[in-house]
């Protein structure tokens, strides 16, 4: 079964940083694009991120460059969202998404909450 | 950045109607359009992917049509499970974009 499990939401500051991983089974991970959505409390979703297979292209929507990176450990089936900087407006959940079907976002985790707060 | 419109925000139908959803795109995205079904608390799911493909086990009752900068999905007859919010979504250039959501709800 391909599934995907994020981890590593919680509670920080403005200012602060945390860092999102994401564990993959059950597919060939290291084949794959994959990609990072989230979606604000009541809101809809937006696309933040994506990393090619070998981690050699990256992605990102203009809101969170330079302060977000993406990356992956293709050895580890993990894809990871290091976040610097955050801002109230980054608070959302944090989808974990694989990108195996003609680039769409064809498998989504359970997502975790990051929640930006003094 | 391409901008995705949907419309109606909100449809209203019964179990057994015709649901017919609308994205429209700031400019073409070919057909490079997908939609996803949204229940609370859940996270989305693919339905549709470039424009008009059903994903996997995702039942016939669903169809997408359109390309370049019009697209509509259909459900032929509303089941119960079907009522949800759905998004168009595009992957013609980045940043990938999502419409702001339909929701579905029963009348």
């Known amino acids: 079964e391909v599934q995907l499990v994020e981890s590593g939401g919680g509670l920080v500051q403005p200012g602060g940083s945390l860092r999102l991983s994401c564990a993959a089974s059950?597919?060939?991970?290291?084949?794959?694009?994959m990609g990072w959505v989230r979606q604000a409390p009541g809101k809809g979703l937006e696309w933040v991120a994506n990393?090619?297979?070998?981690?050699?292209?990256?992605y990102y929507v203009d809101s969170v460059k330079g302060r977000f990176t993406i990356s992956r450990d293709n050895a580890e089936n993990s894809l990871y969202l290091q976040m610097n900087s955050l801002r109230a407006e980054d608070a959302a959940v944090y989808y974990c998404v694989s990108l195996m079907l003609m680039m769409f976002a064809d498998v989504w985790g359970q997502g975790t909450t990051v929640t930006v707060s003094s | 950045e391409i901008v995705l419109t949907q419309s109606p925000a909100t449809l209203s139908l019964s179990p057994g109607e015709r649901a017919t959803l609308s994205c429209r795109a700031s400019?073409?995205?070919?057909?490079?359009l997908a939609w996803y079904q949204q229940k609370p608390g859940q996270a989305p799911r693919l339905l549709i992917y470039d424009a008009s493909n059903r994903a996997n086990g995702i039942p016939a009752r669903f169809s997408g049509s359109g390309s370049g900068t019009d697209f509509t999905l259909t459900i032929s007859s509303l089941e119960p499970e079907d009522f949800a919010v759905y998004y168009c979504?595009?992957?013609?250039?980045?940043?990938?974009?999502f419409g702001q959501g339909t929701k579905l709800e029963i009348k």
């Open positions: 990393i090619n297979d070998d981690g050699s292209e990256k």
């Open positions: 400019q073409s995205v070919r057909s490079y």
């Open positions: 979504q595009q992957r013609g250039s980045w940043p990938r974009t």
């Open positions: 059950g597919f060939s991970f290291s084949a794959y694009w």
